[in-house]
């Protein structure tokens, strides 16, 4: 049976992001507020913070726990160095930044905003090394070993190789029918799990072969029925991969966290059920914790909701490992 705790002092607004450190148990957490909080989870404290001008749509590590980054509405890009505490201008975008992401096999950060455009920043230097247009705004970002997956408005997606930055590797239009919410590589850097607005997943692979691309599929979740049988579909809003198994959760406007068996076509367990909207989810580098924030994302437009709350899930072996298809007899 799980446990989990709540984190004390959490943002005043909606979060936006959450993602722990690369080697410890240190979650950043953006938010509406402005502001980037940095929590010890171990201890239950804040250990820092820093603010934007304007709503904080994503954060992210750097190579390792002593730096970290945002991107803003107020169409800035920082870094901030835990070291000093102190924050650093890198740059700006025409319009708000809504995803940062730290490309490990380049060294540097990977920016994308409301202005159709993906940047490559030089921490060095403090300026933007490299930009690519995109067809629409970006909505949503993730990278895995050499590559770059941006999401972006009308569906589209565009997969780009580190090696080569000239021209995307492939482009391609989302799957599912209607917009997309969340994109995140597979640990094993074969794929991309991809969510939507209208309660389903899609699980892609980026061989391009026929024999690659028959393993992809979709499927529904974050769905209720009422008794007359009429479904209410809720948005998937975030994806989170376990590190060691491959398994992942799905967090909904239902207010429910479910773990997936993508490999097996598999729901691991029955939902685990929080006050409002998942806004955000983050595994720890050892799988072993699920931060989950519960913010309501307004889908029903501006209403009495519960507050803005983070919580730090327990989560045992047996809830994260896959399990594979019996042999057939």
């Not at 148990?25 to 201890?43: G, P, Q």
């Not at 770059?148 to 482009?171: C, F, K, M, W």
């Amino acid at each position: 049976m799980s446990s989990q705790s709540e984190l004390a002092d959490p943002p005043k607004d909606g979060i936006s992001a959450l993602q722990f450190a690369p080697e410890h148990n240190l979650l950043l957490a953006s938010s509406w507020s402005a502001e980037v909080r940095m929590y010890d989870v171990v201890t239950n404290s804040k250990k820092a913070q820093y603010s934007h001008k304007a709503a904080v749509l994503d954060c992210c590590w750097g190579a390792d726990q002593t730096r970290c980054f945002s991107g803003s509405v107020d169409r800035t890009v920082k870094a901030f160095d835990f070291g000093t505490g102190t924050d650093m201008l890198l740059g700006e975008h025409e319009k708000a930044v809504k995803s940062v992401c730290w490309q490990r096999e380049l060294g540097c950060l990977v920016s994308g905003g409301w202005d159709k455009v993906v940047k490559l920043w030089d921490l060095r230097t403090g300026s933007s090394t490299y930009s690519m247009q995109l067809p629409e705004r970006v909505f949503t970002m993730s990278v895995c070993a050499y590559r770059i997956v941006v999401g972006t408005a009308n569906r589209h997606v565009a997969i780009y190789d580190t090696r080569n930055l000239s021209e995307p590797e492939q482009q391609r239009e989302s799957s599912l029918k209607f917009q997309t919410r969340c994109i995140r590589c597979y640990p094993d850097g074969k794929g991309y799990a991809l969510s939507s607005i209208e309660g389903r997943v899609a699980m892609e692979y980026f061989d391009t072969s026929a024999a690659g691309q028959a393993k992809k599929y979709a499927f529904k979740c974050h769905r209720a029925q009422d008794e007359r049988g009429v479904d209410t579909v809720y948005p998937v809003n975030a994806l989170a991969f376990h590190p060691t198994f491959g398994t992942f959760a799905t967090g909904g406007c239902d207010g429910k966290v479910i773990m997936w068996d993508g490999e097996n076509k598999k729901r691991l367990q029955a939902p685990w059920s929080y006050p409002t909207s998942i806004a955000a989810l983050a595994f720890n580098p050892t799988g072993n914790m699920l931060a989950v924030a519960s913010s309501y994302t307004f889908e029903e437009g501006d209403r009495e909701a519960p507050p803005t709350q983070i919580f730090i899930r327990a989560v045992s072996e047996t809830e994260v490992r896959p399990r594979p298809k019996a042999p057939a007899p």
